[in-house]
């Protein structure tokens, strides 16, 4: 019975040894992770101190979308910009916000589009798109992250 005992001890110890697992490395699990990640997409979008109140994420996206595209078109309504190109009533503005809090203005134009002077507009919107509220940046896996997007502001003409 002791020769049992005995076997039964060794079989034990040595079957640990069978049943270990491979274990991924590192490198396999940080790739699998990156992998899983939906990189076009943001937890938290960008918001405004006046928009920060609102439960809904859907709602409280369309509220920054619709604040700042206001506040764009005030500040540029009181431009010149109207009467140097009147048949423009509409531009592309490409909005960047940095992990900084940061905000930088692009207009978009049509690649044919050889009426407009760029340089001119550029530089009307650098110089009118200046002391916004604070931004708070968007959010991917708490940390806060650069976002690009393209607002369609209509300018207004005031008579």
């Not at 640990?16 to 939906?38: A, D, G, H, R, T």
């Not at 431009?79 to 509409?90: A, E, F, I, N, R």
């Not at 531009?91 to 692009?106: D, G, H, L, R, S």
Request: charged share 30%; with cysteine.
């Amino acid at each position: 019975m002791k020769h049992y005992y005995f076997i039964l001890i060794i079989f034990l110890f040595n079957s640990c040894q069978f049943m270990e697992k491979q274990v991924p490395s590192e490198k396999e699990l940080l790739q699998k992770e990156l992998k899983s990640i939906n990189w076009k997409e943001v937890d938290e979008y960008p918001s405004l101190s006046d928009c920060d109140k609102i439960e809904s994420k859907a709602q409280r996206q369309q509220c920054f979308f619709d604040v700042l595209t206001q506040l764009i078109q005030e500040k540029l309504s009181v431009d010149t910009l109207s009467m140097l190109y009147p048949k423009l009533d509409t531009i592309e503005v490409k909005v960047t916000i940095f992990p900084n809090a940061t905000m930088q203005f692009e207009p978009q134009f049509p690649k044919d589009s050889v009426a407009y002077d760029r340089i001119k507009i550029d530089s009307i919107l650098k110089a009118r798109l200046v002391d916004f509220p604070k931004v708070n940046p968007a959010i991917k896996r708490g940390i806060p992250v650069k976002t690009q997007f393209i607002l369609p502001v209509i300018i207004k003409v005031e008579k």
